[in-house]
């Protein structure tokens, strides 16, 4: 983790009680089932006991309510993703790995059909609308990905705990 940490003292929240999944009426094993917001947080958070972690903090970003079940929006008729998420300061130096972070996680998981928005909540950053290009521009991500630090980070945060 960092060094120096820019919020030295995070509030940490108690995680939510998961809403249940309602079982499929549909018996066709083949079938194409829509996603919905739940399963798009449980992508996040659920799935190979990968909680994302903050790149600063033990925390994962649901304890730290970086994410929320709220902030996951998704249209599965569009094909498209939004996750709008908070960082616990205005100045926070890491949202673009957090950001980046999510939107690794998500390219794991979905289908390459969707296209997903990877936002700052409005307000929540000092830079947001650099923030906000730099998530959401396909050449600036892959550039990331191609830098062997930034990927270690993106890699150790969605790492899974043990625990």
Do not use: W
Not at 132 to 148: F, Y
């Amino acid at each position: 983790m960092v060094m120096g940490l820019i919020n030295a003292n995070p509030v940490v929240h108690e995680k939510k009680e998961r809403r249940t999944r309602e079982a499929s009426e549909n018996k066709d094993e083949n079938a194409v089932e829509p996603i919905d917001q739940l399963e798009i947080f449980d992508i996040l958070y659920l799935f190979s006991c990968i909680d994302i972690k903050d790149p600063e903090h033990p925390y994962s970003l649901e304890e730290l309510k970086v994410v929320t079940e709220d902030s996951v929006e998704i249209s599965d008729d569009l094909s498209h993703v939004r996750v709008t998420f908070t960082p616990t300061v205005e100045h926070c130096s890491m949202a673009t790995i957090i950001g980046l972070c999510l939107r690794v996680k998500l390219m794991r998981s979905l289908p390459p059909r969707y296209k997903v928005d990877i936002r700052v909540a409005p307000g929540s950053h000092a830079t947001e609308m650099a923030v906000n290009k730099q998530l959401n521009d396909k050449e600036r991500v892959a550039a990331a990905l191609e830098n062997s630090n930034l990927l270690d980070i993106v890699e150790e945060c969605l790492s899974p705990t043990l625990g």
